[in-house]
């Protein structure tokens, strides 16, 4: 049962910008802190940015602050990662997660989201 779907990940030139989606299928997680995480190849996965429930507060990793920016809409239960000025470095899989309901702060620990989505690839050419 996917709950969470992610769309727009491609291939661009460095300097380039790209917009990520996360799709809330089920309608689950419309008040819950949603994240979004990376994993480049051979590496663990780790936190690029994070929103609160009602979208009044975000978080970003010092890797995606100034270049990245999250939001939300709630009405149609989506998560956006626009991300600019891309690096070779930002090459990864990306992936959309949710923390369950109830929790307040965004964290940059995987094992506290429960819902993730299949990821989409971002390749950043140089």
């Known amino acids: 049962q996917v709950q969470l779907v992610e769309s727009g990940g491609g291939v661009v030139q460095t300097g380039g910008s790209l917009r990520l989606s996360c799709a809330d299928s089920?309608?689950?997680?419309?008040?819950?802190?949603m994240a979004w995480f990376r994993q480049a190849p051979g590496k663990g996965r780790s936190f690029v940015a994070g929103?609160?429930?009602?979208?009044?507060?975000?978080k970003y990793s010092d890797a995606a602050k100034g270049r990245f920016t999250i939001s939300r809409n709630n009405a149609d239960n989506t998560v956006t990662l626009e991300m600019n000025s891309l690096k070779p470095e930002d090459t990864a899989v990306y992936y959309c997660?949710?923390?369950?309901?109830?929790?307040?702060?965004?964290?940059?620990?995987?094992?506290?989201?429960?819902?993730w989505g299949q990821g989409t690839q971002v390749t950043v050419s140089s």
């Open positions: 997660a949710a923390r369950s309901r109830g929790y307040i702060l965004v964290t940059e620990i995987p094992n506290d989201y429960r819902a």
């Open positions: 089920q309608r689950a997680f419309s008040s819950s802190i």
């Open positions: 929103i609160t429930g009602n979208g009044d507060g975000t």
